[in-house]
């Protein structure tokens, strides 16, 4: 089982808040963990990634955090812009060159 | 910067026709993959190549095939378009000796095929 799971198919968040859009995953081995953007009618563009050895990675306004022992992962967006609304992919990788993605999530950030 | 390119943007064809959708990436990238974005079902993987005329099953292969005859250059065949088959199709390529190691993969803008 190889699954990683966006159980929240949409979020609203006011302009300037905090955006955390959530990921769970299953069968923990040496991974990588990824988020992607994706814009209607664009391919996905990648945001950030973590290594599973690590609990945080951040770039500028984006953060990742991963909680190895509740099998979560969660995108911080601070503060939230109105550029930011898309959908959020999460993906996981094994280390095999192929990556296994969410079902995503659509941001949609409020002016 | 890195760039896939995908044939078409929007495709229509009809029950049965057989359908070709390329892609080309100009970074020497080993990898490349099909995939298909469905609402509510994310991205799936169609097929996956590895090296020239190297080819693996995706999640979802069945009703297409791939071709892999120049390293740059991957299409995506469906023998005989089904009305089940109408979606957005995506095409990525990644390295496997990029560093930072990542597993990144870039992504083509996507074509919409719709079948009638």
Redesign the interface.
Known sequence: DQQVK?NS?SLSVQEGRISILNCDYTNSMFD?F?WYKKYP??????LI?I?SIKDKNEDGRFTVFLNKSAKHLSLHIVPSQPGDSAVY?C?R?F?N????????TRLTIIP | DVKVTQSSRYLVKRTGEKVFLECVQDMDHENMFWYRQDPGLGLRLIYFSYDVKMKEKGDIPEGYSVSREKKERFSLILESASTNQTSMYLCASSSPHSLPLSYEQYFGPGTRLTVT
């Open positions: 966006q198919p990588y990824l009618a664009e391919g996905p563009t990648f990634s290594s992919f993906a990788n280390g060159e192929k990556l296994t993605f969410g079902t995503g």
